[in-house]
């Protein structure tokens, strides 16, 4: 008997779990294509357009009300996740530290030439967007972070831009 009773009471715990996720949360979960884009600023050389990332992005949920886990999968090889809180009308993401690659042009004017070279900085991402009534996801990124071979080149952004295409279910 008393076997049976903690059986049905977690039972009922994981029900009560699921319906405790909102309309919002499960509007949201599926998977996407991405892409972001944006300027960021590099202190050494000012503003630089990021190449744009592409990939596929799942949303899921998590054991919390409100939460979902964005799963990014870079088609450069990169993957990643991103936590978020979901209201009525926004997804709210939890600050997050990445590494990104940015390609820094720079213009040596004493020969006359500009020169390419990749740099890898630590950024923390954070930022804010929401459903579209399309189902797909647009969000507003901010970055903010500096390189990782050199700590006083600073990388800053506020406008870079995330938006998710809803894949066919």
Do not use: W
């Not at 300027?39 to 744009?52: K, R």
């Not at 978020?84 to 004493?110: C, G």
């Not at 500096?146 to 998710?164: S, V």
């Amino acid at each position: 008997m008393k076997k049976t009773y903690v059986i049905l009471s977690c039972v009922l715990a994981l029900a009560l779990t699921a319906c405790t996720q909102n309309e919002e949360v499960y509007s949201l979960v599926g998977n996407y294509t991405y892409k972001v884009s944006g300027v960021v600023t590099v202190d050494a050389v000012g503003d630089t357009h990021l190449t744009p990332e592409t990939g596929t992005m799942s949303i899921t949920t998590t054991d919390k009300d409100h939460e979902v886990i964005m799963s990014f999968n870079h088609n450069g090889g990169d993957a990643y996740d991103i936590r978020a809180n979901v209201t009525k009308d926004s997804i709210y993401i939890h600050p997050t530290h990445r590494y990104i690659e940015v390609e820094v042009a720079q213009d040596t004017l004493a020969f006359g030439t500009i020169t390419h070279r990749n740099e890898t900085y630590d950024v923390q991402v954070s930022g804010s967007g929401h459903m579209l009534s399309n189902g797909n996801v647009s969000f507003n990124l901010t970055y903010a972070g500096k390189a990782l071979n050199d700590p006083n080149d600073k990388i800053n952004g506020m406008n870079i831009f995330l938006h998710g295409t809803r894949n066919a279910k």
